[in-house]
């Protein structure tokens, strides 16, 4: 792909969605955290946190348990594989194209739900997305759906929301989008953003894109607000990366440790429950 090359010369007339922010985040031991609710996550709420995990599989083997309430998390694999025993919740192989979604509500612990299967590294994202007022005290629940069970939209992954008309099993609010998308060397692809999702980003697994400007493996991309829609392109050597867009969350984020509420009081009464629930996840 040529230098100087710009995603308006592939896909003529058609206004280019600005970049507002592009980061690589931090990390160690394999986890690079791109979003927070301190930091990228007060702009793209209610996407509000982002771990990218490039690690052995054996790292699930570890014990992690650890509460949430208020939110929901998505999990979803770009690379290898890992299995899940839930018991009523499921069981099954998480692989590319399936993902856990894990509704906090009101108070949840978890961390174990994973054990290595045949890869022996795997690559994920994991995403934090605050709930409506109406839902962060709902009754937790999870959800795990393989690859199989996850609709597809030309090289798009639904794994949250409705795209082109097709809507994803996961039992998620409305006003929420996210994909997951592989694209071959140089192919083209424009995300057509609903009306009224003016929050938007994206973050690449593999490869490289080109859009507003070059974005490659390991970025976080937050575009500005709008719904225009998203072109991209493909560098040579093809790209996979998750795609999130939302209506913008109206509450201000009231943070715990674990938790992320629309305001104190329901952060007081999400963390009372955790601590109230602990013994049932011991």
């Known amino acids: 792909m040529s230098r100087n090359l710009s995603?308006?010369?592939?896909?003529?007339k058609l206004a280019?969605?600005?970049?507002?922010?592009?980061?690589r985040g931090s990390g160690q031991g394999g986890i690079t955290r791109l979003m927070s609710p301190s930091d990228l996550g007060r702009y793209l709420k209610p996407f509000v946190f982002l771990d990218m995990v490039d690690a052995p599989?054996?790292?699930?083997?570890?014990?992690?348990?650890?509460?949430?309430?208020?939110?929901?998390t998505v999990t979803v694999l770009t690379e290898g594989n890992?299995?899940?025993?839930?018991?009523?919740?499921?069981?099954?192989?998480?692989?590319y194209g399936g993902v856990e979604w894990m509704r906090a509500g009101s108070g949840i612990w978890h961390g174990g739900e994973y054990r290595p299967d045949s890869a022996a590294r795997f690559k994920s994202f994991q995403l934090w997305v605050?709930?409506?007022?109406?839902?962060?005290?709902?009754?937790?629940?999870?959800?795990?759906?393989?690859?199989?069970?996850?609709?597809?939209?030309?090289?798009?992954r639904v794994v949250v929301g409705t795209y082109q008309g097709i809507r994803s099993p996961v039992r998620a609010f409305d006003g929420l989008n996210y994909l997951l998308v592989t694209l071959t060397p140089g192919e083209t692809w424009i995300y057509d953003t609903p009306v009224g999702h003016n929050v938007g980003w994206l973050s690449l697994s593999h490869g490289s894109l080109l859009g507003d400007r070059r974005y490659k493996a390991g970025d976080l991309v937050a575009f500005d607000r709008s719904d225009?829609?998203?072109?991209?392109?493909?560098?040579?050597?093809?790209?996979?990366?998750?795609?999130?867009s939302a209506v913008p969350h109206p509450h201000e984020l009231v943070r715990g440790h674990y938790s992320v509420h629309t305001s104190k009081d329901a952060l007081e009464v999400g963390e009372a429950r955790i601590a109230e629930v602990r013994h049932l996840y011991a």
Do not use: C, Y
């Not at 995603?7 to 003529?12: D, L, N, Q, R, T």
């Not at 280019?16 to 980061?23: A, D, G, L, M, P």
């Not at 599989?57 to 929901?72: E, K, V």
């Not at 890992?82 to 692989?95: C, E, I, N, V």
């Open 7 to 12: 995603i308006s010369s592939v896909v003529p």
């Open 82 to 95: 890992l299995r899940f025993d839930m018991g009523k919740w499921g069981t099954g192989l998480l692989d």
């Open 228 to 244: 225009a829609a998203i072109p991209l392109q493909a560098g040579p050597e093809g790209a996979t990366f998750i795609l999130g």
């Open 57 to 72: 599989s054996s790292i699930t083997s570890r014990d992690n348990l650890h509460p949430h309430s208020g939110i929901a």
């Open 130 to 156: 605050a709930l409506p007022a109406t839902l962060e005290a709902a009754e937790p629940e999870w959800q795990f759906i393989e690859a199989s069970g996850i609709p597809i939209v030309g090289p798009a």
């Open 16 to 23: 280019e969605r600005k970049v507002f922010s592009q980061t």
